[in-house]
């Protein structure tokens, strides 16, 4: 089962976004995912696309990078380890084009999970989600996963050197309940002063605006 990871974020539950798509595969079959795209008749279609620069708290720049040839889409192909959950049917949505995408629990597990309060807020904001849905919905005992930080950051050293800690994922233990409860109650703070708050539910929704996911999009 594949996993539109970032898409899921941007497309499925928050709209549309101008970033590349990220294709989360097992781990297992992450070398032969990457291949395949490369052999007959595939590498016809899909052309390999210059790498990521390097970025703190990631590996992105590790994984191969494809364009559709003729077209300005750009994709990247991920194993499952990266993103912390399993690509088995059961944790899995299908769009109105039935493209195969994380559930919402799901993926907001994940970023709980890895403590990636960025692509949380960005999700929350999107989603417009209550603090009681992740109560009924969320596993918010204990704290966030530091032994995969630790692993991914063991890669991250792997590639780059043990020298650069401004490169490697914080391994601090936070409570999972404090970070869902700091993330949702501050969304109206990040409206900031483009988005008046008259108008705006969060940063990407207007009050009363339909839900994202509900709409139905060519190529989502």
Same mark, same amino acid.
């Given at each position: ?32 995912a990457s291949s395949l795209l ?119 050293? #792997?590639? +780059? %050197? ?5 490169? *490697?994922?914080? &391994?601090?233990?936070?409570? $999972? ?11 109206? #703070?990040? +409206? %900031? ?5 008259? *108008?705006?539910? &969060?940063?990407?929704?207007? $009050? ?11 190529? #989502?």
């Amino acid at each position: 089962m594949l996993s539109n990871r970032h898409v899921s974020l941007d497309l499925l539950w928050c709209g549309p976004s101008t970033r590349d798509w990220q294709i989360g595969v097992p781990a297992h079959l992450f070398v032969y995912a990457s291949s395949l795209l490369l052999s007959p008749p595939h590498a016809n279609t899909y052309i390999t696309a210059p790498p990521y620069a390097i970025q703190p708290k990631s590996l992105m720049h590790t994984y191969p990078r494809y364009k559709c040839d003729g077209l300005n889409l750009f994709f990247q192909i991920l194993p499952s380890s990266d993103f912390h959950f399993d690509c088995e049917p059961p944790n899995f949505v299908r769009s109105s084009n039935s493209l195969p995408y994380p559930k919402l629990g799901v993926f907001i597990q994940s970023l709980i999970d890895t403590h990636d309060r960025v692509a949380l807020c960005d999700v929350v904001d999107g989603t417009d989600i209550t603090e009681k849905w992740g109560l009924e919905n969320l596993d918010l005992s204990g704290t966030n996963d530091v032994d995969w930080a630790k692993k991914k950051n063991d890669t991250i050293r #792997a590639h +780059l %050197g043990s020298w650069n800690v401004f490169y *490697l994922i914080p &391994t601090t233990a936070v409570s $999972r309940r404090d970070t869902w409860e700091e993330i949702v109650q501050g969304k109206e #703070a990040r +409206l %900031g002063f483009k988005h008046p708050k008259e *108008l705006f539910a &969060t940063r990407f929704r207007l $009050r009363a605006s339909e839900d994202p996911w509900l709409i139905h999009r060519d190529g #989502a």
